[in-house]
């Protein structure tokens, strides 16, 4: 294909996934009527079916389609098949309402219906179903995926389905990057699952509440007896008394009273951070008639009142719950959730939020937001003072306060990690139960991580909404990055494999604030094999095969820990012993118990040194892996990260410039076959800074891992001008664990 023509074709695909209608029919109706390249031609047709439809005309769109079904391709058949059937339909009348499986309703009810932009028909039972959305939104867009088969050249008339998708399965084939859905069917009765003990979740909520108080008590301990400090080496001023006072009561009490007022307080802060405003039932009901009658039934059934709904102007698909009592719940959703899922999907994703409520563990969570949000709202600021100064000198102390306030947010929102991770199992169970259609949860899960990945690829960095709402969505940001954006190149199945066969998979959840999707999944699978229902996605039973010795040596650092106390247990010992027969006399050291912190720290740095070899081995140019082999590397089910695997990729470097993203908390490649979580470390005096990379066209050199979050350890970044950046991770490795030796050792000696 002419290089214009392929612009051509790539530069209409762009715009159809914003949604400039227009513009993609005026880039894609010459490649259309080309002749010269078949396989563009069909892409383009495809395009302009979607865009005609869009745009209202209809007519315009039946004749592409007919056209299509005279295709000597059997795929481009059925999708012509398809959308010709679902096009007739929507000329009918009564066909002007959504459709409840895939069509579009805008915010403002008072503008009418526009059709789909592919369609949804139920075939055979066992039959696929083909389903896509679309609008301004591109998180709709698996079928942005389209532009990525623009080399691909389509199978010839007798190819088989499975044998042009390779290794994918037919549940999730991309034909021209559209998702194909199972559609499998929800339950028409079934029975109550068994009750869940819920102990654990009561006992974790109180812990969580509990360790949310002792970080915050030390935090402002910590302030106080520094204003003190200060002021005492200040002249001519005092040292406060009133900081001298234990605050431990008093700060009890203000949390207590802060969960009482939550409701009010975050619907406050919401509203002034991110624009929240009410969201009117009757609105809900044009998008999910399911969803209202869900919320309806359930609370009738509990004798709670109707939780008051709210809706946040986020192109990002979320939804959280907030309150202190069922009485005062707050359900809020984004625009974009509304308008990525369909009516089974988005009543499943408000029966999960009945979960919380029902529980009781969105109290807690509320008070954890509301702590937090003020917190990342002040490190959001101070990040944008810092930007707005332009000497390097001046900048460097407000982006060292902002790093440290972002530091405080990460350490109190760590105290909701476990509770955030625990109470997802049971809001899925609960919903699976209240709407008996754990697949269309399932579908939800996907079309949620595949919404916030493309929000993240539209605006080119991780939103302020996204990382400080994060703990209370449904689906995590991170999660989402590789998950989300994977669909085009491998099937959920093989890519989820790793969540639900690996056997150590957990212990690389211990930071993350989701479970793992897969897992989740897999349960939801369960429910409904144990209804007697098909399930969305097929999991095999076969667990992987991972050696124990990879996984210790994985976890070296830590299990020289108690190795460490061990250590110290012998030498108390041999000390006692050598006291008692007055060989040595050693009373005065084994008597300061300072010894045993020395002795932990050496053995966590030698678990380290143990491991740096193994995590970092040398990257040959001969055993490197590219852009192609990612899909390979994500679906490995016994991949741990002390593998290490040589990679080399090719993308565009994604994340927030200036001082907000000083830690590089915030970096992400987007390559040809989805987005990679990077992480770096900046070495001081380096002339080029990484935020200098953002938005560029980049090579990525480092050590691929496997684990919870897919992740590169960056070795090197490269410019296509040639500038480079190091990210010396061996380098810390071997301070870190020089640095606890030569401290453990003195605490040892000197007690």
Known sequence: MPSHAKSSLEAGLIALKQGNYQTAIAQLEPIASSQSNATASLQAQVGLVMAYARTGEVSKAIAISQNLIESNNPQV????????????????????SKNVETGFVTFDNSTPVTPPLTPTLEEKPND???????????AMVPLARLKATVATPLPPPTAPLNGFMGSVTRTQAKLFGVIYWRQAQRAKAWQPLRKPKLIPLRLLSVGTFIALFWLIRAIVKLAMGFINQTLVKLPYLEPLQLLYRDPTKLLLVVLVILIGLSPWLLDLLLAKLYGQREFPKDVLNAHSREAVRVLQRCCQQRHWPLPKLRILPMAAPIILTYGSLPRNARIVVSQGLLEQLADDEIAAIYATQLGHIAHWDFAVMSLLLLVTLPTYKLYQQVSKWGDKISGKIWRSPLTILASLIYGVWCLLTATGLWLSRLRLYYSDRVAAEITGNPNALIRALLKIAIGIAADIEKQEHTSWQLESLNLLTPVSHQQSLSLGTIASNLSFESFLKWDTANPYRRWFTINNSHPLIGDRIERLCQIARHWHLDTEVHFSSVPSKVKRQSFLLQIAPWLGIPLGLLFAALVWLTWQLAFALKFLNLKWIYEDWSFITGCLLIGFSIGTVMRINPFFPDIKPATVQTDNSLPNLLSDPSALPIDSISVRLVGKLLGRQGTSNSLAQDLILQSSAGLVKLHHISWLGQSVNHQD??????????????????????????????????????????????????????VFLTG
């Open 77 to 96: 058949q059925e999708w012509a098949t398809r959308a010709l059937e679902h096009l007739t339909k929507r000329k009918k009348p009564d066909q002007e």
């Open 128 to 138: 696929q179903v083909i389903e896509t959305k679309s609008d301004d939104t591109p």
């Open 693 to 746: 990379m953002i938005g560029r066209q980049i090579i990525v050199t480092g050590w691929f891992r496997r684990g919870a979050t897919p992740w590169i350890d960056i070795q090197t970044l490269e410019t296509q001008s040639g500038k480079t950046i190091h990210s010396p991770h061996p380098i810390w490795s071997i301070f870190l664990a020089v640095a606890a030796q030569a401290w453990g050792a003195y």
